[in-house]
């Protein structure tokens, strides 16, 4: 077991500043001394006591993080969620010279977030957390950011982009291809599935259409060629039933809808209002009107993400990478876990 600054001192039978000066080769300690100073550390190994000469620097420097994250609609508060874990984390550094400022971006829009995060630069930022929705205005940032030595991570979505960077999200197509495995289980060969996307000014959203493609790439696995349909609508937007959805409802047969995100609240009342049976819901994330739906059984499965998780673990993650050095968790898998209602049943 390594030892710190304070157990050398008194190993040597030297003072804490004679150690310290050794440690950061400041000189003026005799040959002899250093020596033996040298030896101990060799022997014993030396751990340094992080959190208390980040206490102490707190008072000195600041460090500063940048949050740039979509603004919440009035379709979707899943934004609010990553929201709150980074607010956890950044309270509980707050005692480490630690903060946060908080940005918005319309999420229908690239411009809205390159001129969001052009605004970073106006400040010394040591890390930024934000999303890698465009990949045009991502790899920007991250050119900007190389230079500069700022340290990003994004969130909730994997894309591949010009530098090496950090994710920690969930893998979009691997939850895509369970959300197939768990909706063929109860609409099978010979239902119809239809896929539901949001759109941005870049065409359907990335990790949309990540997950889309890891739903067909199941029933492909399986060899079943099944009816999917997709609709795409945009994202600042009311979902609109077409004269196609129309026909699809009118249809006997079991329906399986796959929404590829945290919208699926916004299909039980379409079913609803025309009449629609034999349907199967699954979607992303416990937000509250999900979990309402869920539990009442109009939504059948929702795959959770753990975006508070995400956002409190960048920030921890962060911290650790600026303070000691250690990036070994800046990159993290979130598993797919599925809800279903059973899981808020008590006894």
Request: proline content about 3%; some cysteine; charged content about 25%.
């Amino acid at each position: 077991m390594s030892i710190g600054i304070k157990q050398i001192a008194e190993l040597a039978n030297v003072s804490i500043g004679t150690v310290d000066r050794v440690l950061h080769k400041r000189g003026g300690v005799s040959k002899a001394t250093e020596d033996k100073i040298l030896k101990i550390i060799s022997e014993n190994g030396y751990q340094r006591n992080t959190m208390a000469s980040r206490l102490k620097l707190a008072s000195v420097k600041k460090i500063k993080f940048a949050i740039l994250l979509p603004e919440p609609t009035s379709t979707s508060n899943y934004w609010i969620l990553p929201k709150k874990g980074i607010s956890k984390a950044l309270k509980e550094l707050k005692e480490f010279g630690v903060k946060g400022d908080y940005y918005q971006f319309s999420g229908s829009s690239s411009a809205s977030f390159k001129k969001a995060f052009e605004r970073f630069f106006l400040k010394n930022y040591d890390a930024i957390v934000t999303v890698p929705f465009f990949e045009k205005e991502s790899n920007t940032l991250l050119e900007i950011t190389k230079r500069r030595n700022i340290q990003v991570v994004f969130l909730d979505t994997e894309i591949q982009l010009q530098y090496p960077t950090n994710f920690i999200r969930q893998n979009s197509h691997k939850a895509g291809m369970v959300a197939g495995r768990l909706l063929y289980g109860l609409v099978g060969d010979q239902g119809k599935y239809c896929i539901v996307n949001t759109l941005n000014d870049k065409g359907i959203q990335v990790n949309n259409k990540q997950r889309e493609d890891g739903f067909r790439s199941f029933f492909k696995s399986i060899g079943k060629d099944v009816i999917i349909k997709a609709i795409n609508h945009p994202l600042n937007e009311v979902l609109k039933v077409t004269e196609e959805m129309e026909s699809w409802f009118k249809d006997d047969s079991p329906k399986g809808f796959f929404v590829t995100n945290s919208r699926a609240h916004l299909i039980p009342k379409i079913l609803s209002a025309y009449t629609v049976s034999n349907t199967f819901l699954l979607g992303f994330d416990l937000n509250k009107k999900n979990l309402e739906y869920l539990k009442n059984g109009q939504i059948n499965f929702l795959i959770n993400q753990q975006p508070k998780y995400q956002g409190y673990v960048a920030i921890k993650n962060l911290f650790n990478s600026l303070t000691k050095q250690d990036n070994s968790e800046l990159n993290l898998d979130i598993p797919v876990e599925i809800i279903v209602k059973e899981h808020f049943i008590t006894e």
